[in-house]
């Protein structure tokens, strides 16, 4: 028996027990850290996608753990399976560089949450309503209704511009008006034109200001604010 485990690297039959102990111990530890990881991530407010990912890396780095301690406890030399492993994970990092650089882009995003689906954002260059927020790519529907799929490392290099976060949005307008009319005639025609826009809202107040004069007119600055889902809108034609 002694020489049948010693051709397969075995020392001893202790040994063997001892291997098949400890597999069993780390089994069942496998099994109670990650039910109570997926616990702790059910509870928790991320993303469905990412807590998958934490807990299938969590159970892959695990179960590594255990081959390398159950060799141990067979006797194996494990320093050179450790360095294997070091060897392979760094081969595997730099083959699938960028694939890693979009999933850890991808987990700051489902965390940070700088955008959510249905927001209206200008990202990496391009602009439209968010349709998908995954761990490699982000999508968005751009104005003319195309689905553009942006690498999440695009999108966490550049500078976002959510455009849906905030309830209220500024509109501003720049007039041009003939030296004939003067600034307060001005500013009360076009005050009044905004007092009958039901989009308009009265506070923050309207403004209007004499913003430069030009060759041949002079120029107004106009500025409102509007709850973010008018300001799209077309104006409300009054019923007769």
Known sequence: MNQVLQSLGIHS????VNALVTLLVCVVAIKI??????????????????SRTVLNVVRTLMWVVTVIVVANALGINTTSLVALVSVAG??????????????FSGITLLIAKPFTVGDFVEVAGK???????????????TIDNVAVSIPN????????????????????RVFAVSYDNSTEEVKRAILDVIA??????????????LLEYKGSSVEYVVRVWVKNADYWTRPRKKQI
């Open 33 to 50: 850290a990650t039910n109570l990881l997926e616990k702790l991530l059910g509870r928790s407010k991320l993303d469905s996608a990412l």
């Open 90 to 103: 760094v081969a595997l990092s730099l083959s699938v560089q960028n694939v890693l650089s979009n999933l």
């Open 196 to 209: 009958e826009d039901e989009r308009v809202l009265s506070d923050p107040a309207p403004m209007v200001r």
């Open 127 to 141: 602009t439209g309503t968010v349709k998908a927020v995954g761990l490699f790519y982000t999508q968005i529907n």
């Open 13 to 16: 039959v202790s040994a063997l």
């Open 153 to 172: 490392s695009d999108v966490t290099g550049s500078s976002i511009n959510n455009y849906s976060r905030e309830p209220l949005r500024r509109v501003d």
